[in-house]
């Protein structure tokens, strides 16, 4: 099933959410300097994986080991614009963990 997350209030933004039975922190991160958001997944270990939001590619792809979660998230863009989102347009975007795609 394919579920929406909360995207961030602020520049940097924690939301608790469970995936697959499973809590973690989604931390989202604004970085000025390359001028793009960032996330970060921790759960009560300590942090899984620090990496870009990108639009349209499996952000989960290249992490591995027991603590990540099973499925995959994604950011989509909702007007099939293009990009990835920017400071302030959240409201074209939504990550989403689809939890019937699994990566090895």
């Known amino acids: 099933m394919i579920r929406r997350l909360p995207p961030p209030d602020k520049h940097d933004d924690t939301k608790q959410v ?3 039975g499973r809590e973690y922190d989604l931390t989202y991160l604004w970085n000025a300097r390359s001028g793009r958001w960032w996330f970060r997944l ?3 270990e300590g942090q899984i994986c620090y990496l870009p939001l990108c639009a349209g590619f ?3 792809l290249s992490v591995t080991g027991t603590r990540r979660p ?3 998230l994604f950011v989509i863009d909702l007007e099939a614009i293009g990009g990835d989102p ?3 347009d959240w409201e074209r975007f ?4 689809d939890d019937q795609v699994v990566s090895s």
């Open 18 to 20: 469970n995936l697959d």
């Open 42 to 44: 921790d759960d009560d």
């Open 58 to 60: 499996p952000l989960l």
């Open 70 to 72: 099973p499925g995959e």
């Open 86 to 88: 920017s400071l302030r």
């Open 94 to 97: 939504a990550v989403v963990y």
